[in-house]
């Protein structure tokens, strides 16, 4: 979705694990700027903002301060099922990629991911840390991801098809 038409008023939608969330819009009641919060299914925003601009760079420090706690987990997750560790994990914002793996075992996962469905994101985390073990595409690869995630073909597919509106 294009800046531009992404809205940030009252009512407006944008996705946490997948989940719809209606964004409400409240004044600042206290000196905290920018304060966010979910609380059932509304994303709050405090603030008594001029621009979007504004708006989407605190939810963009939102959505990553929740990748940063979630999203180790599920790396945790993975590694036990799949009995490898990772020896860096690291959060970006890239434009071509969802995650990836170096032979380090440097573990890098998109952080736009905590918009999408959770099953989505843990394909994500699989299909790196299956990486670690075999750091290609090969048909044994695609094997050892199917192990651990035997849906994984529609979460792909689901990136290819969704992956641009993982936008704040």
Same mark, same amino acid.
């Given at each position: ?60 420090? +939102? ?9 180790? !987990? ?5 590694? !036990? !099922? ?28 998109? +952080? ?45 597919? +689901? ?10």
């Amino acid at each position: 979705m294009d800046m531009k038409e992404k809205s940030y008023e009252t009512k407006a939608v944008l996705y946490y694990l997948g989940e719809p969330y209606k964004i409400v819009r409240k004044p600042s009641l206290s000196a905290r700027k920018g304060y966010v919060a979910a609380v059932g299914k509304e994303i709050l925003i405090y603030g008594n903002y001029k621009t979007d601009e504004k708006i989407r760079m605190v939810l963009e420090k +939102w959505y990553q301060e929740k990748a940063s706690v979630y999203i180790p !987990k599920r790396i945790t997750y993975f590694e !036990k !099922k799949i009995g490898v560790n990772c020896k860096k994990i690291s959060l970006r914002n890239t434009k071509t990629r969802w995650g990836s793996c170096s032979s380090e075992r440097h573990v890098m996962i998109n +952080w736009k991911l905590i918009m999408a469905p959770e099953s989505v994101l843990d394909y994500v985390v699989c299909h790196e840390l299956c990486h670690i073990l075999q750091m290609n595409h090969s048909k044994e690869f695609w094997s050892l991801v199917e192990t651990y995630m035997p849906d994984w073909k529609e979460k792909k597919e +689901w990136l290819r098809e969704n992956g641009h509106s993982l936008e704040v």
